[in-house]
């Protein structure tokens, strides 16, 4: 089935330690998208990428990063964690970077001690 | 830029009962609304959508309805089952745009 994927599921960091997460997709869509959810909030967009061409929002902290190495994979590195950084981090795709039809992967729940 | 308001933020119903969540967005450009479900420690779910073309979908149990001059859309789960229990998430979008904007969600919860 075609899906997006995130891994791990659960990722345990120490304060100040870079860590990544990885997200694969298998439905070849031009857009990948990262999204940082906090404990009973909404979805909040971190950045995007259409194809090769990276675009971050605005109010993401510098501490966030992205690299997209080919269609299928998308990674966000968080380069100092802070305890404000726990979260369930959500990947999400879509063709063409229509609104429409995205796709979320299951997330990773980010805990920093 | 967009902003999308949710209401209620809870909703208890007994089973077999209906459940209506709304929500209100501010863009008039927005013409993408999609519904999502996320279940605990799971990614969101998309369980419907509509554009702006069209007033009103169904789905089975689920309906989603659209007006656009007072720009608001609904939500309308029928014959609840504890397996609706979730938080459900409306959101807004234009389409061709590529920032889904999110409503603050409604945690339902289906009563046996």
């Known amino acids: 089935d075609a899906m997006v994927i995130q891994n791990p599921r659960y990722q345990v960091t120490q304060f100040g330690k870079p860590v990544t997460l990885s997200c694969s997709q298998t439905l070849n869509h031009n857009v990948m998208y990262w999204y940082q959810q906090k404990s009973s909030q909404a979805p909040k967009l971190l950045f995007h990428?259409?194809?090769?061409?990276?675009?971050n929002e605005a109010d993401t902290p510098d501490n966030f990063q992205s690299r997209r190495p080919n269609t299928s994979f998308c990674f966000l590195d968080i380069r100092s964690p802070g305890l404000g950084d726990a979260a369930m981090y959500l990947c999400?795709?879509?063709?063409?970077?229509?609104?429409?039809?995205?796709?979320f992967g299951s997330g990773t729940r980010l805990t920093v001690v | 830029g967009e902003n999308v308001e949710q209401h209620p933020s809870t909703l208890s119903v007994q089973e077999g009962d209906s459940a209506v969540i709304k929500c209100t967005y501010s863009?008039?450009?927005?013409?993408?609304f999609p519904w999502y479900k996320q279940e605990l420690g799971k990614g969101p779910q998309l369980i419907i959508d509509i554009r702006s073309n069209v007033g009103e979908k169904k789905d089975q149990r689920i309906a989603v309805t659209l007006n656009k001059t007072a720009k608001h859309f609904s939500l309308h789960i029928t014959e609840t089952q504890p397996e609706d229990s979730a938080v459900y998430f409306c959101a807004a979008a234009e389409g061709g745009a590529n920032n889904l904007f999110f409503g603050t969600g409604t945690r339902l919860t289906v009563i046996p």
């Open positions: 990428y259409y194809d090769k061409d990276f675009n």
């Open positions: 863009d008039s450009a927005s013409n993408y």
């Open positions: 999400a795709t879509s063709r063409d970077g229509q609104g429409f039809g995205y796709t």
